[in-house]
C-alpha cells in the first residue's frame, strides 16, 4: 500500500543542518499492522507525515496505492489524502470552533461525500465519545480530544490509517478500547495500520514492529504467526 | 503544602452540568511525592488547575502554603504562582515565537529575578535537550516541546511542582530520565511534587497514589515506607 524508498528529510538549523530521517526505506504492505517505535526525536512523526504524503522528502520516494507522490501537483496529493488516508496527528489538530461532531464530520465533507451519522455515532460510541457531540475541543480533557482526532481519521472509510502516538493521553482501559477501535476497523475494511507508539501494548497487538533511532530504522520485528 | 476541601468544579453544558470535580478532598504535605490517576475525563487536569490556583472551585477551598486563594485578589494569585509552583501543562503551552532558552527562562523574567543561565543550562541538559536552545517550538518534536515544558517549570526552583502527564509523549529511557529530573530536584530542593500520570512507573515511584473517578477521589495507595 505505501513504499518509502532512501527518505531523508533534513532541516537547516543554525548553520548546520539536522537528519531528521537519514535514508528509510519501508514497506507497508497491504492489510497489514505496523508498529513504529523509537526514541523522543528519532525521527517517528516526519517519517508518518512523509509517508503520508503531508511532507515531503528532501530525498528519496514516496509511493501510495502504486502512485509516486513526486510525480503529483499538490492538488492531486491532497485528494489522495483526503480520499484514501486517516490520519491522527500527535497535537489532534482539532478545529477549536467546531463541535464534536463537526470536527470529526469534517474529512467526509471536505472529500465532498455524503455524511455518514450512523458511522459517526458507531465510531464515538466505540471510542467511548457518545454524550459529547456538542463540546467544542476547548471543553474536552486531553484524551477526550485524542479520541475525537481518532474517530476523525476513520470516518471516510480509509484504505489507510497513520496514527501518531494514538493512545498518549489515555488510561490503560481506554487505551484499550481505541486499540480494539483501530485494529477491528481495519481488519473489517483491509485497512492498512500504521501505529506510532510508546506503548508496548499498542506495540504487542501489531503484526510487525520497526525501530527508529536518530532518522534510520535500526531494528524491527516480526509477530511469530504474521 | 496545599490543601484541598470539598472542591466541586462544574461546567454548564447545554442545558445541564457536567460535574468535573464533584467534592474533592486532598493533603498534599510539604515534601511529599504524589501521583494522581484515573480514566480520561476523570477530572486530573481540573483538579491539578484547581490545586495550582489556575482555576477557581465552583465551591469548597484550596489553601496553598497556609493560604486560603478565595482571600487574594486575582494579581495576589497570580504573584502566588509565579513564585512559589512549577507547572507543566498537559498541551505543553510553549511561547511559540519564543526560542527554547527563552521560554525555559520566561518564568524566572515574569517573576522579576535574576536570570539563572546555569540552571537553565542543568535542567536542559538533564532532560536531554542540549543543542536546541535557538529552536522555536514549531522546531520541535513533541517530546521535545514536552520536556521544554517541564525544564520551564523547574526554573524557579517553586515550592510546589504539578505536572500533567509529564511522560505522555515521552520513550520509556527518556520517560525515566524526567521522572528521575523530577525526582531528585523535590529531593534537593524539599519540593512538593504532585504528578498527574498514566504511566505505572512514574506511579511506582510516588509515595501516594490516589486514584480520581468521575471527579472523585476513589482510593489511594500509600508506599511501604512513606
Ligand atoms: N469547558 C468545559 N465544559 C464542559 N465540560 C468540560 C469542560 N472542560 C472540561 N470538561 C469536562 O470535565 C471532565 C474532566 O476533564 P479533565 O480535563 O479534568 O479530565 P482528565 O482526567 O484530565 O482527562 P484526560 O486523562 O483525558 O486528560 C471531562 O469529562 C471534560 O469533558
Ligand atoms: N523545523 C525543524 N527544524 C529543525 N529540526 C526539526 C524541525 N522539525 C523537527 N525537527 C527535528 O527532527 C527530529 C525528528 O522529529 P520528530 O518529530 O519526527 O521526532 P519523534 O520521533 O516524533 O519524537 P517524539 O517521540 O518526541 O514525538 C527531532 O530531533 C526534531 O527536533
Ligand atoms: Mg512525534
Ligand atoms: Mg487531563
Redesign the pocket.
Same mark, same amino acid.
Given at each position: 500500500a505505501v513504499q518509502l524508498r532512501q527518505v531523508r528529510?533534513t532541516?537547516?538549523?543554525g548553520a548546520g543542518t539536522?537528519?531528521?530521517?537519514a535514508g528509510v526505506s519501508l514497506e507497508l504492505h497491504p492489510g497489514s499492522f505496523t508498529a513504529i517505535m *523509537?526514541? @523522543? =526525536? @528519532? =525521527?517517528?512523526?516526519?517519517? !508518518? @507525515?512523509c509517508a503520508a504524503g503531508l511532507d515531503t522528502p528532501t530525498s528519496g520516494s514516496v509511493v501510495i496505492e502504486g502512485v509516486d507522490l513526486a510525480a503529483l501537483r499538490p492538488d492531486a496529493v491532497t485528494r489522495l489524502r483526503r480520499d484514501r488516508i486517516g490520519f491522527v496527528f500527535?497535537a489532534y489538530n482539532l478545529v477549536a470552533h467546531l463541535t464534536v461532531a463537526e470536527n470529526v464530520a469534517l474529512p467526509l465533507l471536505l472529500a465532498g461525500r455524503e455524511p455518514d451519522a450512523h458511522l459517526r455515532r458507531y465510531l464515538m460510541h466505540a471510542v467511548g465519545l457518545t454524550g459529547l457531540e456538542d463540546r467544542l475541543p476547548g471543553e474536552l480533557s486531553g484524551g477526550q480530544a485524542q479520541r475525537v482526532a481518532i474517530a476523525r481519521a476513520l470516518i471516510t472509510r480509509p484504505a489507510v490509517v497513520f496514527a501518531?502516538?494514538p493512545t498518549g493521553a489515555l488510561d490503560s482501559h481506554t487505551g484499550a478500547q481505541v486499540l480494539d477501535v483501530l485494529r477491528t476497523t481495519a481488519e473489517a475494511l483491509a485497512q492498512t495500520l500504521v501505529l506510532?507508539t510508546?506503548d508496548p501494548r499498542v506495540a504487542a497487538a501489531a503484526q510487525r514492529v520497526v525501530f !527508529?533511532a536518530d *532518522?534510520r530504522l535500526a531494528a524491527h520485528l516480526d509477530a511469530p504467526d504474521a
Open positions: 528529510r532541516y537547516p538549523d539536522v537528519e531528521a530521517l *523509537g526514541p @523522543s =526525536g @528519532s =525521527g517517528k512523526s516526519t517519517l !508518518l @507525515s500527535q501518531d502516538e506510532v510508546h !527508529l *532518522g
